[in-house]
């Protein structure tokens, strides 16, 4: 399950009982670290924590921390310097070589936070949201925790009392969401600092899987563990079932025509192909290549997929250069891979580095 996910489930249960909870992350990063800027933790009142920032090393000082921040009830900078051999031996042992911060807010049971708002939002309704966190800030009507946050649609939630700092911030937030890079900015507002984290946060990967044979099991094993939205989809009665498929997403019958409708405006972002039936491939292809799907998979050697293509362009279809870059056959990394679960390890590594940049 994505780790975003794993917190916000957390976070629901510390609201079910009524207790309060602290939300860790690491909004700046100087030198290297075992995390990027924007990595989370959850930390509840009975100190258990889901997710990972430190990768463990810094877990006990985190629940001290976050016990005071809960009685305090104040947002809290801690940073931790690991860029002295001292701190080995006679520190927090990280040995990462950098200097991180890592901005800890407590969370009230009676009152909404509009950070996990958001979070929710971005999940259930698959968009992508970009955020403004202000780490420090001398600036009148700007205070540690104060966010403001972008939707896809342009809504803005603002808590920022200051019409400059607004503008400001509202601009690195566009910036940010047509760039999709985080980052972490200190500028000026007036004659006075603030120091912000810029985040980007997308949905989870959305991915479909057409075929329902046993090979797409552990693919669908894989994406799942990612936090990746699966959707498996055959239409074969039999095959498209949820007893088949426990960990996906959504497991329904189709027929190819349907594709051309349903994705006219809300496509997923990768789709792989494992219907070991020729004919049903190349009705899939000539529907889903036009498309230009970010990722486009499908299992096969190579002379097959070249038949495949060759038909399709007797058929009159054009195949473009951007088609053919978005498409991918055989499918998966060049791992040496024989069996299903490697097959399906190779595939997801593939779309992957397509994906999230190579």
Known sequence: MNELKQILRAYDECQKRGESCVLGTL????????????????????????????????????????HETIKSNAPKLIRYDSTSAEDIIFGMGIGCGGIVDILLEPILPEKSNVMMSALQDCFENLETIAIA???????EGITRGNKMILKKNGEIINQINNPDGSEQFCNHLKDAFDDRKSSFISESVG????????????????????????????????????????????????????KRFPSAYHVENFTPGELKTRWRDNRPDAVV????????????????????????????ARS????????????????????????????????PAESPAEIALAIVAEIQQELKGK
């Open 27 to 66: 909004v700046h990063v100087d030198g290297s670290h075992y995390r990027k800027p924007g990595a989370r933790s959850l930390i509840d009142y009975q100190g258990k924590i889901t997710g990972s920032i430190g990768g463990g090393c810094l877990d006990n000082d985190l629940i001290l921390h976050a």
């Open 133 to 139: 966190t202000v780490v420090n800030s001398d600036v």
């Open 191 to 242: 004659d006075r600092n603030v120091d912000v984290c810029i985040e980007v946060i997308e949905s989870p990967v959305q991915l479909v899987i057409i075929g329902g044979g046993n090979d797409a099991i552990p693919l669908v094993t894989f994406a799942n563990t990612l936090g990746w939205d699966v959707t498996v989809m055959d239409h074969r009665q039999d095959y498209a079932t949820e």
């Open 273 to 300: 192909i494992l219907t070991h039936n020729f004919q049903h491939d190349q009705e899939l292809l000539s529907i889903l290549l036009p498309m230009e799907l970010l990722y486009l998979g499908l299992l096969g």
């Open 304 to 335: 097959r997929t070249a038949r495949l293509l060759k038909s399709l362009e007797d058929d009159g279809i054009t195949i473009n250069e951007s088609m053919r870059r978005r498409f991918h056959s055989p499918v998966g990394l060049g791992l």
